[in-house]
């Protein structure tokens, strides 16, 4: 069955890093595209960023935009988030999900997620 698991959540300070990785089973990776999709408390899921299956076209939400990077390790069936210059807004719950992105984000295949708290 199609797992999908992210670890990689802390907490840190304004300005930290964070890589967030989704390890996924039970499907063909490669042939799917991969999003990330966060939850801030109160608020209803936001879209951040997706990278397409194998030409690796990314795209980002534009308040993440030149801060987070997206890539995937096909080989080890992996997603990662590289989190930079985070801020206070950034602080949620992110989770991985298989497909393009969606609006609503509501996917059928997802992680349980991992935290993500900026705060001094």
């Known amino acids: 069955q199609v797992q999908l698991v992210e670890s990689g959540g802390d907490m840190v300070q304004p300005g930290g890093s964070l890589r967030l990785t989704c390890a996924a089973s039970?499907?063909?990776?490669?042939?799917?595209?991969m999003t990330w999709v966060r939850q801030a408390p109160g608020k209803g899921p936001e879209w951040v960023s997706t990278?397409?299956?194998?030409?690796?076209?990314?795209s980002y939400t534009d308040s993440v935009n030149f801060r987070f990077t997206i890539s995937r390790d096909n080989a080890k069936n992996t997603l990662y988030l590289q989190m930079n210059s985070l801020k206070p807004e950034d602080t949620a719950l992110y989770y991985c999900?298989?497909?393009?992105?969606?609006?609503?984000?509501?996917?059928?295949?997802r992680g349980q997620g991992t935290q993500v708290t900026v705060s001094s």
């Open positions: 999900a298989r497909g393009p992105r969606m609006s609503p984000p509501n996917y059928t295949y």
């Open positions: 039970g499907f063909t990776f490669n042939a799917y595209a």
């Open positions: 990278i397409q299956p194998t030409i690796w076209s990314t």
